[in-house]
């Protein structure tokens, strides 16, 4: 297995490892006000978010930036719990505004940068110092993309589903959800 290879599976699953559940609640509270038919933006938000991410681990792997590992142990979560909050606006208030939309993308830029300092430790310690970063980093940020469209996919099955069967109720189901995700959030920080 190549070490793009061998990355591109450490990305993916990393992602999807249960233990860290912290990128799936962040994942599902930037993506639950959305559906099918707004796949371009999705796919827009999340390469913001892989994109910060992926600037924080080249610089990391590179030894330009470091941070204390509790402090950003704290802000990922408090990164989520942000967009929870921003999810109650737009849910209570029933619309999104393409400027609300257009900060979103800056912020998700922003928390990508934040999550990609909580891989950089784990990503260090795979490297060997005589290899070259910029394969392996490459190979598990596009894990990380895929990873993320995939549980992107499922959400919006999902929501799609509960559209359906209950049509007018979804902006409630996607409170619920929202509160939900803010609580396991809020347990996980305590």
């Not at 681990?57 to 979560?77: D, K, M, R």
């Not at 909050?85 to 934040?114: A, E, M």
């Not at 990380?144 to 069967?165: D, F, H, K, P, Y």
Request: hydrophobic residues 55%; contains cysteine.
């Amino acid at each position: 297995m190549t070490d793009f290879s061998l990355f591109l599976n450490e990305g993916i699953i990393h992602i999807l490892d249960l233990d860290g559940l912290d990128h799936f609640y962040f994942i599902i509270s930037f993506c639950i006000l959305f559906s099918f038919k707004d796949w371009k933006k999705i796919i827009g938000l999340v390469t913001a978010f892989t994109l910060g991410h992926c600037m924080t681990l080249f610089l990391s792997g590179l030894e330009l930036v470091t941070i204390n590992a509790n402090s950003v142990e704290l802000l990922i979560p408090i990164t989520i719990l942000l967009s929870c909050l921003n999810n109650f606006y737009v849910l209570f208030n029933n619309k999104q505004s393409k400027q609300q939309l257009i900060t979103t993308y800056i912020i998700l830029l922003i928390f990508g940068l934040i999550h990609g300092l909580g891989f950089s430790n784990y990503i260090k310690m795979m490297l060997f110092d005589e290899e070259s970063i910029i394969l392996p980093l490459l190979g598990f940020n596009l894990g990380i993309e895929l990873a993320q469209l995939l549980i992107v996919a499922g959400l919006l099955t999902v929501l799609s589903a509960l559209q359906l069967l209950f049509k007018s109720k979804i902006r409630w189901i996607r409170l619920a959800i929202n509160a939900l995700i803010f609580l396991l959030v809020v347990m996980m920080m305590l």
